[in-house]
């Protein structure tokens, strides 16, 4: 009786319920697992840690207290501790040994800049509230004490000096933002300019014409560029003078001093004299430097504005190109090709393009995009900027269209599944009323599937945001001059090249000098990677919940 009983309870099917409840339980359980790792990794980094003063035992090789911030820790077996450092000394009643991180900075003056300490050669700690920490343009963080300020030839000193330094860093991030704004406004606009001289010159040349007019044209406006240039010039020349004007003496762990110059420097704050409320609000202007600020230090410090922007503007760009192509596609299959072998063999050919490896198409596109069709633009309309190319080099454009090329197939099939949810007698009810059959189809079934084709395209824009391997072929480089979009015509430069949050992710974790400055970092890109692919699919089921309610009726 109880073994009927059990086979009539597989019969019906309940414990494959529970089994598939169970896998979705894990699956989002190890999602989440994984957006807390990431998210705890990442976004820890921002929080200004105390800095402690280290003491160590007197005959470890350093005697001196070391400045510097625990940033990890970890525990080994006594034999895995003997084997990685057979001349240490540990205690003998140890079978674990427990080893901790401290990132101590000064990279240019102390290397290296993350060192592993011994628990038990660790005398004690002390949290010193006169420790300074200065984030710089390059070398990374500097730990130690603020002896003077020269400032206008003035020195400073104790806790007057502080203040002063404070207020000069402010006069240098706006001296900063002036040189900013001068290379990328003037100076760059007038070597866009001179450009587009030498390139009329060189068309006149290749043609073999003669104007004199257009020469004097072309000569007048290049004397006026030159005088915006030298009037630029010399101001980007004060400002850079100002800049490097004052500087600063540090003490560091060791006892030397460091003479700073203030250009050099980004921030500085004094972490063991801050609050709570001080210390959120360092935390959120970290985090607004790291996503509005440009790449430092082989990009393993500041910020990844330019590959936030180079992502979205690429996405934004293949799906102006994807959704055409793909719905199009489908509409033909579905509403006007007749059914037969052939219609089928092109079905089977799109589902296996789906399949393809996308290092495939970044392979097709370098070969087709940048060297056919780019080439060939560039034979055609930019002849005198031969032989620099122009289009016939990988750029948004060509990333873009194999971005494109690549997701095609997903909205294809999207968009078919949706059309062939459409009832016949919709098709027919609106032709019986005089409709004719691109009025049915642009008015009814396109409507009416534009749910199934808006999950199509965001499934297919998800899949593009997180692709790396094509775009490392077409257009994607570690550190992009110029953004594709600024004030020079033609406003979107499809020729650029561009970052992106993937391949910044690759480059910074595996290309990396400095692992452990770059760990964090890379933990909080993925982060921000992973968040951009979510709202986008969070915003795809919003709107295909509310078109489908908008069109249910007419369904019934």
């Known amino acids: 009786m ?56 007197a005959d470890n090789a350093s005697a001196a207290p070391l400045l510097g911030e625990w940033v990890g820790s970890e525990t080994v077996s006594r034999q895995q501790f003997m084997e990685a450092s057979p001349q240490a000394e540990i205690p003998h009643d140890e079978p674990l040994v427990e080893r901790r991180l401290l990132k101590t900075g000064n990279r240019r003056e102390a290397p290296p800049d ?11 700690t002390t949290i010193p509230d006169d420790v300074i920490v200065i984030e710089r343009t390059e070398w990374g963080n500097l730990y130690g004490r603020l002896v003077s300020v020269t400032l206008d030839n003035r020195v400073q000193e104790g806790e007057a000096a502080i203040d002063a330094f404070m207020a000069a860093l402010e006069r240098v991030e706006t001296l900063r933002g002036s040189i900013v704004e001068l290379e990328g406004g003037a100076i760059a606009s007038v070597n866009s300019g001179l450009e587009k001289i030498r390139l009329e010159r060189r068309a006149m040349q290749m043609s073999d014409e003669a104007d004199p007019a257009r020469e004097a044209r072309i000569a007048a406006r290049q004397a006026e560029l ?8 010399a101001e980007l020349r004060d400002a850079q003078a100002a800049l490097r004007r004052d500087s600063a003496e540090i003490r560091i762990s060791d006892g030397r001093i460091v003479t700073l110059n203030l250009a050099d420097t980004v921030r500085a704050w004094y972490p063991n004299r801050m609050g709570v409320i001080d210390k959120i609000a ?10 509005s600020d440009s790449p430092r230090e082989a990009n393993t410090e500041g910020g990844i504005f330019p590959a936030i922007f180079g992502t979205v503007m690429m996405v934004l760009l293949m799906s102006v190109l994807v ?29 296996n393009l789906a399949g393809v490896p996308s290092i495939v198409y970044g392979v097709f596109g370098l070969g087709f995009f940048v060297y056919f069709v780019g080439g060939s633009i560039d034979q055609l309309f930019y002849p005198e900027a031969l032989p620099a190319p122009t289009f016939g080099t990988p750029g948004l454009l060509w990333a873009s269209l194999t971005l494109a090329l690549l997701t095609v197939p997903v909205v294809i099939v999207s968009t078919e599944e949706g059309l062939t949810r ?49 775009l490392m072929l077409v257009g994607v480089v570690k550190l992009a001059p110029t953004l594709p979009l600024d004030g020079e ?12 949050l993937g391949f910044h992710i690759y480059d910074v974790g595996f290309q990396s000098p400095n692992v452990e400055a770059a760990r964090p970092l890379v933990y909080a890109t993925a982060l921000l990677l992973v968040l951009i692919i979510l709202v986008l699919n969070l915003t795809a089921i919003m709107l295909r919940n509310r078109l489908e309610a908008r069109y249910r009726s007419l369904e019934g």
């Open 323 to 351: 959704t055409p192509f793909g719905v199009i596609a489908a509409v033909y299959l579905r509403e006007y090709a007749r059914q037969g072998a052939f219609v089928r063999l092109i079905r089977i050919a799109v589902n």
């Open 226 to 233: 030159d005088a915006i240039y030298q009037t630029a010039e």
């Open 2 to 57: 109880a073994k009927r009983k059990r086979t009539g309870w597989f019969a019906s099917g309940e414990p494959w319920i529970w089994l598939n409840a169970a896998a979705v339980g894990i699956s989002i359980s190890a999602v989440l697992g994984l957006l807390l790792l990431i998210g705890s990794q990442g976004l820890s980094h921002f929080w200004p840690s105390d800095v402690e003063a280290v003491q160590l035992r």
């Open 114 to 124: 993350f060192r592993w300490l011994d628990s038990h050669e660790i005398v004690s």
């Open 489 to 500: 015509f033609p406003f979107l430069h499809l020729d650029r090249k561009f970052m992106h």
């Open 282 to 291: 360092h935390y959120g202007a970290s985090l607004w430097i790291f996503l």
């Open 422 to 470: 459409i009832p016949r007698a919709v098709r027919e009810g609106s032709l019986a009323l005089g409709a004719t059959k691109a009025e049915t189809l642009f008015r009814i079934v396109l409507p009416m599937a534009s749910p199934s084709i808006l999950t199509g395209v965001i499934l297919a824009i998800a899949r593009a945001a997180g692709e790396v391997a094509p």
